[in-house]
């Protein structure tokens, strides 16, 4: 098992039910993922054969409620995206896109059949989802998306591309958004349907581990029961991704802590000038500042992680968590492989591998940018950016 710091009893500040599901996860991580997550990276491998070993483990849309989920706590949720990520970003993506992204869109804003359709098989893994709002020229301000879906008698036609989806090759349905007569609506595409090919993208240089994929839609038909009805605007799709940010905000921690307990435990044993490197100034003011900053880390998703489960967590709150977190994991994943020296280069230790994945963390779900805007307007009251980008980012 990792070295975990907790200078402040964090512990003391769980609840044994909490802190039961975050050891059980991070066994499965420990006896699963870190014996093979070097090669995956290396060679660009998802591993799709944990897909049914993650929904028994019960972690697959498992802070929904009803319909085969597994109704867990906000702060459960949070502490399972930190173990999972102290595995891999790829990993923690994959239950986040699927529970957070998919199936939160058909649980917030489908109706009762869409949800009794979909929803059980997806907990099980026996259905993979996909969430298309980015496009290739629309990332960060998605309400000036291109793909459109007209009507077509009782049905609709869409048309358009998608860009950076993750799971699209592999997932049976694709959770469509696209401009309307009526403005952007949502939309079930299954992936087989004639008109939509999934690509993904290669060669990468983060999160290797992972699938991100081009989607093209060419007059793609569907029922009207495809679309999602409760699904109306850009607020649509951002309540989801606040589910994503949300996780994200706790998943970079397991990143940040694996490359501390991985610098920790080599400084531990390599031995330069006849001593450790452990026991050097400068090496343990490194270590120090790693410590120091999960702590206020962890401090701060527990704190939205209680106001998640009290129902009264903003959105502008999220945006503090995923900020300053993502920043903060992306610089310990540096410095921890300041440690390692050359060796800390080599696919046998994590914080580079974390660094890389970071890199993508921090530019989805909202770049630091953005979320440097939403902060800003929301301490001044003055939008930066666009009025109807700003609403559905917050």
Same mark, same amino acid.
């Given at each position: 098992?990792?070295?975990?710091?907790?200078?402040?009893?964090?512990?003391?500040m769980?609840?044994?039910?909490?802190? /039961? *599901?975050?050891?059980?996860?991070? /066994? $499965?991580?420990?006896?699963?993922?870190?014996?093979?997550? %070097?090669?995956?990276?290396?060679?660009?491998?998802?591993?799709?054969?944990?897909?049914?070993?993650?929904?028994?483990?019960?972690?697959?849309?498992?802070?929904?409620?009803g319909?085969?989920c597994?109704?867990?706590?906000?702060v459960?949720?949070g502490? /399972?995206?930190?173990?999972?990520?102290?595995?891999?970003?790829?990993?923690r993506?994959?239950?986040?896109?699927?529970?957070?992204?998919?199936?939160s869109?058909?649980?917030?804003?489908g109706?009762?059949?869409?949800?009794?359709?979909?929803?059980?098989?997806?907990?099980?893994?026996?259905?993979? !989802?996909? $969430?298309?709002?980015?496009?290739?020229?629309?990332?960060?301000d998605?309400?000036?998306?291109?793909?459109? =879906?007209?009507?077509?008698?009782?049905?609709?036609?869409?048309?358009? =591309?998608?860009?950076?989806?993750?799971?699209?090759?592999?997932?049976?349905?694709?959770?469509?958004? =696209?401009?309307?007569?009526?403005?952007?609506?949502?939309?079930i595409?299954?992936?087989?349907?004639?008109?939509?090919?999934?690509?993904?993208? =290669?060669?990468?240089?983060?999160?290797?581990a992972?699938?991100?994929?081009?989607?093209?839609?060419?007059?793609v038909?569907?029922?009207?029961? %495809?679309?999602?009805?409760?699904?109306?605007?850009?607020?649509?799709?951002?309540?989801?991704?606040?589910?994503?940010?949300?996780?994200?905000?706790? !998943?970079?921690?397991?990143?940040?802590?694996?490359?501390?307990?991985? %610098?920790?435990?080599?400084?531990?044993?390599?031995?330069?000038?006849?001593?450790?490197i452990?026991?050097?100034?400068?090496?343990?003011?490194?270590?120090?500042?790693?410590?120091?900053?999960?702590?206020?880390?962890?401090?701060?998703?527990?704190?939205?992680?209680?106001?998640?489960?009290?129902?009264?967590? /903003?959105?502008?709150?999220?945006?503090?968590?995923?900020?300053?977190?993502?920043?903060a994991?992306?610089?310990?994943?540096?410095?921890?492989?300041?440690?390692?020296?050359?060796?800390g280069?080599?696919?046998?230790?994590?914080?580079?591998?974390?660094a890389?994945?970071?890199?993508s963390?921090?530019?989805?779900?909202? *770049?630091?940018?953005?979320?440097?805007?939403?902060? !800003?307007?929301?301490?001044?009251?003055?939008?930066?950016?666009?009025?109807?980008?700003?609403?559905?980012?917050?």
């Amino acid at each position: 098992m990792t070295t975990v710091p907790d200078l402040l009893d964090f512990d003391e500040m769980l609840s044994a039910e909490e802190r /039961a *599901t975050r050891d059980r996860v991070r /066994a $499965f991580v420990e006896a699963r993922v870190r014996p093979h997550i %070097a090669g995956w990276y290396d060679e660009a491998i998802f591993p799709t054969e944990l897909v049914p070993e993650l929904a028994e483990l019960g972690v697959l849309g498992m802070h929904l409620s009803g319909y085969g989920c597994a109704g867990r706590s906000a702060v459960e949720y949070g502490l /399972a995206a930190m173990e999972l990520e102290a595995g891999d970003s790829g990993l923690r993506t994959f239950v986040s896109v699927q529970g957070s992204l998919a199936m939160s869109a058909i649980h917030k804003h489908g109706s009762e059949e869409q949800k009794q359709e979909w929803l059980p098989r997806m907990a099980r893994g026996e259905v993979i !989802g996909c $969430f298309g709002l980015t496009e290739p020229n629309s990332g960060s301000d998605p309400s000036s998306m291109t793909t459109f =879906a007209r009507r077509d008698g009782d049905g609709w036609v869409i048309n358009g =591309a998608k860009r950076w989806i993750g799971l699209a090759s592999i997932a049976q349905i694709a959770i469509i958004w =696209a401009q309307t007569d009526d403005g952007i609506r949502g939309f079930i595409v299954p992936t087989d349907s004639e008109g939509f090919v999934a690509r993904p993208i =290669a060669p990468k240089l983060s999160m290797r581990a992972s699938i991100q994929c081009d989607i093209t839609l060419t007059d793609v038909r569907l029922p009207a029961e %495809a679309q999602l009805p409760e699904a109306r605007g850009l607020r649509a799709p951002f309540s989801c991704l606040n589910e994503a940010r949300y996780g994200i905000g706790w !998943g970079v921690i397991g990143a940040a802590r694996d490359s501390y307990a991985t %610098a920790l435990s080599y400084s531990l044993t390599r031995m330069q000038f006849n001593q450790p490197i452990a026991s050097f100034q400068l090496t343990q003011q490194k270590l120090v500042d790693m410590a120091v900053e999960i702590e206020k880390a962890q401090l701060l998703a527990l704190r939205l992680g209680r106001l998640k489960d009290a129902g009264s967590l /903003a959105p502008h709150q999220i945006s503090v968590a995923k900020l300053s977190n993502t920043r903060a994991a992306i610089a310990i994943a540096r410095e921890a492989r300041t440690i390692l020296g050359g060796n800390g280069v080599s696919g046998e230790y994590s914080p580079l591998r974390h660094a890389a994945n970071l890199e993508s963390v921090r530019t989805y779900e909202g *770049t630091d940018e953005i979320h440097t805007l939403v902060l !800003g307007a929301h301490i001044t009251g003055i939008p930066a950016f666009r009025t109807t980008t700003n609403e559905g980012a917050s």
